[in-house]
């Protein structure tokens, strides 16, 4: 439901304020290599926390086309 939702929302900004922050440390100590690959892992993250929203917009759609049928 829509808790479920928020959980994810907020995971996802746990996920996008630790990545910045962490590729920010590693760009100022000179780390801009490391800084990069974070910012990718982070990205990466974010899109796997996302698959279960994905699959219940698909689903949503499919019951929608189903009903226009």
Known sequence: GTSAYIEI???GLGIVILTQISSDICRDSGEATLA???ETVGKLELLLL????IEDILATAEKLLEMGG
């Open 9 to 11: 929302i907020l995971k």
């Open 50 to 53: 996302c698959v279960p929203l």
């Open 36 to 38: 990069g690959h974070i």
